[in-house]
């Protein structure tokens, strides 16, 4: 019987050892992380900011309590808009090409799940956590975490409700990172549905057959025709709808990000790659677009474009043209963890990796606009015909494209400014033309010069 005893003992004490040796291990067995206990863990850290929304305010570090109540979130909607019958979903993924780590790529996947799962109370700033995305045996650094919330952004404007906030913690050599919405999940649905069906109504009215440029142009009418600018918003933090998508197509009301994250989402609805970019226009900060079109890239300015005259000045421009007044932020790869940081005053100023822009060829002056290469009566009779063309569909606007033949200024001088007052002289040829069915009057007519363009847009007047 002794032997017995010790022969169960013995057998105890080495399935108690392999226990012990499995665990050690294998710690998620157990949800455990065995450096949490021998390193102890640091205390969670928060960092709000990804990439500070343009013409906001700044952003700011602060130390946040743990969640201590991590499983009282929400699932938010997924649904979409309904997509063109005409034309395929372009899923827009550059953001996370940029991301080369495994780690930031995986951080990437599961907080695109995450945003999706809002609590329902709000933190004491007034943000509503969404579910903590984790990443286990692997420390990120801030530069990689900020990195991370860019691209997400960037690549997903319909994530609308997700603030440019974050929080990120370490547990031994796990990272744990929390995104923060704007709104309450039930306020996520209800917005949800009210975007999805803008974007569908707009989807919907999409001609088929159309060349990506065509898609381009009605894309942008629609948001200038739906949107208008919201100056309120650039100062006023509360107006944080006006710095999205929803914004711009529910609301009606924008601020250059609002415009731009409109035009990259109906654009991926139309087939189209846009991306996003962070800078400064006329040294405010300012965001603006990159769009691709039959695979060249080009400069797209969607809220310059749509002022009081709807002129196409950075409408699908090169490098050159677009930095003459507006500067590209630098590429968020090129910077140091140090320069990566931003504090209360300083927004968060960087981009992804972009393409470079300089084709010509979908310029919408070029591609568009009535060719003017000289004034004799060859060309004028071609631009008479083109005005009359437009004047029978009662056109919006005119467009013209002074060639590089012509001395740009000199060449609007004699249009619109001095004799021989060309374009009068052009409108009342074209409304022999159209012999009374519609009359351009040529005393009323609006215009906008582009020179960095070589564009000149007419707003029209019909009696």
Known sequence: MKKFFTLVMSLLLVGLT??????????????????????????????????APPRSQGTTVQEVAPDDNPSDG??????????????????????????????????????????????????????????????????????????????LRNDNPQLFWVANRYSYSYHGSYTDV??????????????????????????ADLPAGLSQLDREIYIF?????????????????????????????VDGKAVCEGYSRAMQL???????NCQLVNGEGNGAAHMWNEIQIDKDWYQLDP????????????????????????????????????????SDSEPADYNLTLPSCDAVKANYFRAKGIHIRDFNSENNNAAISAIAAAGKTRSSNIVFYIEDSMDYQQAI???????????????????????????????????????????????????
């Not at 196409?312 to 790869?333: G, P, Q």
């Not at 001088?413 to 009068?424: D, G, I, N, T």
């Not at 409108?427 to 009359?439: E, R, Y």
């Open 18 to 51: 392999c226990m012990v040796v499995y665990v050690v291990l294998n710690p998620d067995v157990l949800n455990l992380d065995w450096n949490d206990i021998l390193l102890s863990s640091e205390a969670p850290k928060q960092v709000s900011t990804a990439s």
């Open 74 to 151: 929400l699932p938010v909607l997924q649904t979409t808009a309904r997509a063109s019958k005409s034309y395929s979903l372009f899923r827009q993924h550059s953001g996370l090409d940029c991301l080369k780590d495994s780690g930031s790529r995986t951080l990437y996947q599961q907080m695109l799940k995450t945003a999706y799962t809002v609590k329902v109370k709000a933190d004491v700033d007034g943000f509503y956590p969404t579910e903590p995305s984790t990443i286990k045996n692997q420390r990120l650094t801030e530069k990689q975490i900020r990195m991370v919330v860019l691209a």
């Open 178 to 203: 929390r995104l923060y919405s704007y709104i309450s999940p039930n306020e996520c649905n209800a917005m949800i549905k009210k975007l999805n069906a803008a974007v569908s109504q707009i989807v």
């Open 413 to 463: 001088q004699q249009m619109v400014k001095a004799s021989p007052y060309q374009l009068s002289y052009y409108i009342k040829k074209a409304n022999q033309l159209l012999a009374g069915s519609v009359t351009i009057d040529y005393n009323s007519i609006r215009y906008a010069e582009a020179e960095k363009s070589r564009g000149l847009t007419v707003i029209p007047s019909y009696r």
């Open 221 to 249: 009418d629609k948001i200038a025709k739906k949107t208008s600018y919201d100056d309120a918003a650039v100062s006023d933090p509360k107006l944080w709808l006006s710095h999205t998508v929803a914004g711009a197509l």
């Open 266 to 272: 109906l654009a991926s609805y139309c087939g189209l």
């Open 303 to 342: 809220t310059w474009i749509d002022g009081d005259i709807l002129n196409y000045d950075y409408f699908n421009v090169t490098d050159s043209v677009i930095r003459a007044d507006h500067k590209i932020s630098a590429d968020i790869s090129s910077l140091s963890d140090e320069q990566v940081k931003s």
